[in-house]
Nanobody, 130 residues
Framework: EVQLLESGGGSVQAGGSLRLSCAAP?????????MGWIRQAPGKEREGIAG???????TYATSVRGRFTISKDNAKNTLYLQMDSVNSEDTAVYYC???????????????????????WGQGTQVTVSS
């Protein structure tokens, strides 16, 4: 049973900050799960924006690098996405996701591919107003 639950979405003004959380009981690094954040804006395809591997290594899409930070608190089984300096292009539904299959190639690339993830949360809406 998938148990990924996002929270923290809402409305924020351009230039502001927001922190998303994802409760992820059972999805631990010790059991081989990597995790990520994927977003989908209206009329656009899903976009992988941040991933964290089992060893804590992180990777970011160019669109958010330097503004967003992914982190995981293993003691609390919670994944976070700190969003700073947001802009209107960040308006989207944000999903946390988890997977265990090790894909061919560099994790720094496939951790940003939505199809790399098996389990998904329901998503949380983020709306940036100017």
């Amino acid at each position: 049973e998938v148990q990924l639950l996002e929270s923290g979405g809402g409305s924020v003004q351009a230039g502001g900050s927001l922190r998303l959380s994802c409760a992820a009981p059972g999805y631990t690094s010790s059991t081989g799960y990597y995790m990520g954040w994927i977003r989908q804006a209206p009329g656009k395809e899903r976009e992988g924006i941040a991933g964290i591997d089992t060893d804590g290594t992180t990777t970011y899409a160019t669109s958010v690098r330097g503004r967003f930070t992914i982190s995981k608190d293993n003691a609390k089984n919670t994944l976070y996405l700190q969003m700073d300096s947001v802009n209107s292009e960040d308006t989207a539904v944000y999903y946390c996701a988890a997977g265990r299959l090790r894909w061919v190639g560099s994790p720094m690339e496939w951790l940003l591919q939505p199809n790399s993830f098996r389990d998904w949360g329901q998503g949380t809406q983020v709306t940036v107003s100017s």
